[in-house]
């Protein structure tokens, strides 16, 4: 079997056990009162049918996002007006702008820690919802074409038995109305995870590790480029990277949270 008949049927596997527990997440709504995918509290559901507790929304998002267009970092309302900020001022960026959910600590952390299970599963599709109920309006100024997850190696993808960021860029894609390019994007060997390496060590592990898909132009076209958390900027600059050679005219980040300091996680 070929290496790329190989991924593809792993991809496939990862693919079959997560709409698998999406059903069964799916029946003990019909079964059970709905229970809050963060607290998994018992709750009736809004007409939005997000799957979070009222309690929940206001922990996990922040109503206004004063960040720096740029980078995303949180600034004052008076910084968010300008950018560079103080934090990625004289840095280079492959992408053009940073929309964050929130910060990367409290509640917003534990979240995204628990999406990186497959059990987490229905708490990455709530955020997902969360996320485009409070920054889809900003992104869909961007007037994206496209939207793409930042890809993850089948393997890791495996032993996690889930992908957050492509559960998150599918509830953006259908907010948007905009196509969802899982395959755009190619990871093309196994990285270190970037948690707990320095900075200058981040932007080494990811060099040269993605490449565009077979059959893909994007000439002048505006990318979404999604991923869960955001720190120095390395994978999704990395990533950038590829789509601006493609001919994309412009990258912008979605990310559940953004570190405060862009140092680690």
């Not at 720096?68 to 950018?83: D, F, H, K, N």
């Not at 007037?143 to 509830?171: F, Y």
């Not at 993605?210 to 958390?229: E, K, S």
Request: with cysteine; hydrophobic share 40%.
């Amino acid at each position: 079997m070929s290496a790329k008949i190989f991924t593809t049927v792993m991809r496939r596997a990862v693919w079959l056990r997560r709409w698998l527990a999406k059903g069964r997440h799916a029946a003990a709504n019909l079964l059970f009162p709905p229970r809050c995918a963060c607290c998994d509290a018992e709750f009736a559901p809004e007409v939005d049918g997000l799957m979070l507790c009222a309690e929940c929304r206001g922990r996990l998002a922040p109503d206004e996002w004063h960040g720096c267009p740029r980078c995303g970092a949180r600034v004052s309302s008076e910084e968010a007006a300008t950018s560079p900020c103080s934090q990625c001022r004289g840095r280079r960026f492959s992408f053009d702008t940073v929309v964050p959910l929130g910060s990367y600590d409290g509640d917003l952390r534990s979240a995204v820690l628990r999406m990186k299970h497959h059990v987490g599963d229905p708490l990455s599709m709530a955020l997902g919802q969360l996320y485009c109920l409070h920054r889809g309006d900003r992104i869909a100024r961007l007037r994206p074409d496209v939207v793409v997850p930042i890809p993850m190696h089948w393997g890791r993808e495996m032993t996690r038995g889930t992908n957050s960021p492509d559960i998150l860029a599918g509830q953006i894609s259908h907010h948007l109305g905009v196509p969802l390019e899982r395959s755009m994007l190619v990871r093309t060997r196994k990285t270190l995870p970037q948690a707990g390496l320095p900075p200058h060590r981040r932007f080494l592990n990811v060099r040269g590790a993605f490449r565009l898909g077979a059959g893909y132009h994007l000439q002048d076209a505006r990318v979404v480029l999604v991923d869960d958390i955001l720190t120095t900027g390395a994978t999704c600059g990395e990533a950038a990277k590829v789509l601006k050679r493609a001919g994309a005219s412009a990258v912008s980040v979605a990310v559940v949270a953004r570190t405060a300091d862009g140092r680690g996680v």
